[in-house]
């Protein structure tokens, strides 16, 4: 295991509080992390910062250009500032599949960290990100029953990827290798290009460390057809699977 550098900690293994494994921490919870265990994975990124508040946030996404319209509190319970997007996203447009707006309202803080994957996506030649929904009032987790990530607006289910080619990418029919529990980064050698991009981008999103919780079709059946990416703003480690 490569020797961890102030920005660079590896660790890896099951979180007693939160019973799941995690990849990557900092600050108080380097000292649980080192009672947990399991295998090890190098992340290099420090976690971006989460705007504290809501004015603080909707100015950040106004300087990075992004246009949007708040979302009135009582119109997207369990989410702390909610928005709808009304244009791209760092020249990426991001769309629910059934294009029902609730699923498309978010939390700014979300919207924040995929303005920070779009280079990576733009890079790849996407232009479009199709979801299958950010926001479900009162979602659950399937096994736990605990409030989901995208209760609070703060989880995005990516299913399908448009290149400006035209070319549509997708989760269910191109991501390849899709071994159970095998690990989803890094890129394999012998993919073909829809799986390298689709690996590329998601790994890429990991390595900057943008969301807390990223679960592939590596985990379950249930994320056989999308990619669930999730900020947990209270937390610092990162779970990939
Ligand atoms: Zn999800």
């Known amino acids: 295991m490569p020797r961890p550098g102030p920005f660079v900690l590896a660790l890896a293994g099951l979180c007693a509080s939160c019973a799941i494994p995690i990849i990557g921490a900092h600050g108080a919870e380097r000292a649980h992390e080192r009672r947990s265990r399991g295998s090890a994975l190098t992340l290099h990124a420090e976690r971006p910062d989460v705007p504290a ?29 909610p ?16 294009r029902k707006a609730i699923h498309g309202i978010l939390d700014c803080r979300l919207a924040l960290r995929l303005v920070s994957w779009a280079p990576s996506l733009r890079r790849a030649r996407v232009t479009g990100l199709e979801h299958y929904s950010i926001y479900r009032p009162g ?12 209760a609070r607006g703060l989880a995005i289910d990516a299913a399908r990827f448009h290149l400006e080619s035209g070319e549509v990418v997708d989760v269910l029919s191109d991501w390849e290798d899709r071994g159970r529990g095998d690990a989803p980064c890094p890129q394999r050698s012998d993919e073909a290009a829809p799986s390298r991009l689709l690996r590329g981008v998601v790994c890429e999103a990991v390595e900057q460390r943008l969301f807390s919780v990223v679960l592939t079709p590596h985990h379950d059946r249930a994320h056989h057809n999308h990619v669930h990416l999730e900020l947990k703003p209270e937390v610092s480690w990162t779970y990939v699977r």
Do not use: D, K
């Open 83 to 98: 928005l709808q997007l009304a244009g791209p996203v760092g020249g990426v447009a991001v769309w629910p599949r059934g």
């Open 139 to 150: 979602a659950r987790t399937p096994r736990r029953g605990r409030v989901s990530g995208h």
């Open 53 to 81: 508040t809501a004015e603080r946030c909707y100015a950040e996404l106004e300087g990075a250009g992004v246009r949007f319209q708040r979302v009135a509190a009582g119109r997207a319970h369990g989410v702390q500032m």
